[in-house]
Nanobody
Framework: QVQLVESGGGSVQAGGSLRLSCAPA????????LGWYRQAPGKPRELVAT???????NIGDSVKGRFTISRDNAKNTLYLQMNNLKPEDTALYYC??????????????WGQGTLVTVSS
């Protein structure tokens, strides 16, 4: 079973930067899409950014121009570079993978989440 492990969360002041990382706990796997989502207290989970197997990226409107998603195939790791952080970016950030399967139905896998706290 695929497991995703996030790291890089923490506390930072407004205007600061953090980089989140996500890697599978075991062997590399084929994927359709990788991404980051976040959930703040009392709010629904929202898209932050995704990157398709083709390399095409999709960035959420609330973080566009400040966050960048990328992957290092050699290290089998997904990254989220977050710059100019704002207090409203405070949330639990989840790594996400959409994987193909032999059944023809895609499999969605979520990491355990890493907390990002931005103080004003």
């Amino acid at each position: 079973q695929v497991q995703l492990v996030e790291s890089g969360g923490g506390s930072v002041q407004a205007g600061g930067s953090l980089r989140l990382s996500c890697a599978p706990a075991g062997s590399p796997f084929a994927f359709n899409t990788l991404g980051w989502y976040r959930q703040a207290p009392g709010k629904p989970r929202e898209l932050v950014a995704t990157i398709a197997n083709s390399g095409r990226t999709n960035i959420g409107d609330s973080v566009k121009g400040r966050f960048t998603i990328s992957r290092d195939n050699a290290k089998n790791t997904l990254y989220l570079q977050m710059n100019n952080l704002k207090p409203e970016d405070t949330a639990l950030y989840y790594c996400y993978a959409n994987l193909p399967t032999t059944t023809g139905r895609n499999l969605e896998v979520w990491g355990q989440g890493t907390l990002v706290t931005v103080s004003s």
